[in-house]
């Protein structure tokens, strides 16, 4: 037998690194319902160890039952978790941006003047310009006269029902 046939077990660093990464992960899982995970077909013990976890705030009783968490886990078994996660993350990233871009369009609008509403309308073309530049007016005299932001409120409503990919959930 050659020196390439033996078996060595991981590092214990490695070891370390496998189970910090397992508790992240267990962290992760703590923030989904108890319906995600029965649908995603998680253990039953692992969610229940995962119940425990949720109502805990940060220290080292969490920590350690998310080490306990860690017993019940196996990585390959959990690959659909980590998938959904993943997907769940990406999906709330593109709804806050979507957010922060309807935000900078009334930012933009109230600050830049007609320009900016210009620029609106040559962005997304099927816009109701007249109902626009109403909600537009009325937060723009509402801004100038030191008012509480009602009509802002209703033109970024207004924006976010409009604008494609802005109306996502979360």
């Known amino acids: 037998m050659s020196d390439d046939d033996t078996f060595e077990p991981p590092s214990k660093s490695a070891r370390k690194r496998e189970v910090e990464g397992l508790q992240v992960l267990a962290d992760r899982m703590s923030q989904l319902s108890d319906k995600e995970l029965k649908r995603l077909r998680v253990p039953d013990q ?74 609106l309308f040559d962005a997304h073309q099927d816009l109701d310009r007249q109902h626009t530049r109403q909600l537009y007016r009325d937060a723009l005299r509402e801004k100038d006269a030191g008012k509480p932001v009602g009509a802002g409120r209703k033109l970024f409503r207004f924006l976010r029902d409009s604008l494609p990919g802005a109306h996502q959930k979360n």
Do not use: T
């Not at 998310?66 to 078994?77: G, R, T, Y």
């Not at 959904?84 to 922060?100: C, E, G, I, K, M």
């Open 46 to 119: 692992l969610r229940d160890a995962i119940a425990l976890v949720r109502p805990m705030r940060p220290s080292g009783a969490r920590n350690r039952q998310l080490k306990h968490c860690v017993k019940f886990m196996d990585a390959e078994e959990l690959g659909e978790v980590v998938a959904y996660l993943d997907d769940r993350n990406s999906q709330q990233v593109a709804a806050n941006r979507a957010f922060h871009e309807i935000e900078r369009w009334r930012d933009r609008l109230l600050d830049e003047g007609d320009p900016a509403l210009e620029a």
